[in-house]
């Protein structure tokens, strides 16, 4: 059992930047996948990173790419995701996510965090 606990977001104006942390509990963090996703209002949750369970496997989604930065500290338990250049359509909740596979789908994660508020002004 993972228990997940997103912090770092906020109100940015367009080009800033915010690192979102992703605290989690339990002694196996080290041996889950993570991800990040987001959810807009009235739209679906979207995948945004994903990062294996030592550091490697980072992938992102086409949106995010040279923007978003997805990093993990085993030794914390914690996985965050910089964010630089931002943009309005980036606003959305955000999410971490534990799972066994690495994945771009939310069904293939099984612990959520409770998600985080990032507004992006222009």
């Known amino acids: 059992q993972v228990q997940l606990v997103e912090s770092g977001g906020g109100l940015v104006q367009a080009g800033g930047s915010l690192r979102l942390s992703c605290a989690a509990s339990?002694?196996?963090?080290?041996?889950?996948?993570m991800g990040w996703f987001r959810q807009a209002p009235g739209k679906e949750r979207d995948f945004v990173a994903r990062?294996?369970?030592?550091?490697?496997?980072?992938y992102y989604a086409d949106s995010v790419k040279g923007r978003f930065t997805i990093s993990r500290d085993n030794a914390k338990n914690t996985v965050y995701l910089q964010m630089d250049s931002l943009k309005p359509e980036d606003t959305a909740v955000y999410y971490c996510?534990?799972?066994?596979?690495?994945?771009?789908?939310?069904?293939?994660?099984?612990?959520w965090g409770q998600g985080t508020q990032v507004t992006v002004s222009s």
């Open positions: 996510a534990a799972g066994p596979n690495l994945a771009t789908m939310p069904n293939n994660y099984n612990y």
């Open positions: 990062i294996g369970a030592s550091g490697g496997g980072i």
């Open positions: 339990g002694r196996t963090f080290s041996s889950y996948k």
